[in-house]
């Protein structure tokens, strides 16, 4: 069974950083993909940055872009989402993913969610 932890969340003012980290144990299998979701109350869970097993092909969302950072150490099966200059609106329960490099169907083990709370 494929598990999926993430840590680094928090409460961090207008224009601070966190870096959220996401661990995957349980032999994903081959060569998977990562990504990092986020969603706050009545909203779609929205998409905001995925990266390939090689870390060659990356995505990041237009709402975050230039201010997010997505990475990966395959030798810790870890992933990681610098976040800077963080605003308000970025305040969401952040989930990570395991899966195949693509849309957000292909990514099929979740994590429970970190929650990142950027104050004015």
């Known amino acids: 069974q494929v598990q999926v932890v993430e840590s680094g969340g928090g409460l961090v003012q207008a224009g601070g950083s966190l870096r959220l980290s996401c661990a995957a144990s349980g032999r994903p299998g081959g060569t998977y993909a990562m990504g990092w979701f986020r969603q706050t109350p009545g909203k779609e869970r929205e998409f905001v940055a995925g990266i390939s097993w090689s870390g060659d092909d990356t995505y990041v969302a237009d709402s975050v872009k230039g201010r997010f950072t997505i990475s990966r150490d395959n030798g810790k099966n870890t992933v990681y989402l610098q976040m800077n200059s963080l605003k308000p609106e970025d305040t969401a329960v952040y989930y990570c993913?395991?899966?195949?490099?693509?849309?957000?169907?292909?990514?099929?083990?979740w994590g429970q969610g970190t929650q990142v709370t950027v104050s004015s």
């Open positions: 993913a395991v899966g195949i490099y693509g849309p957000p169907r292909t990514y099929d083990y």
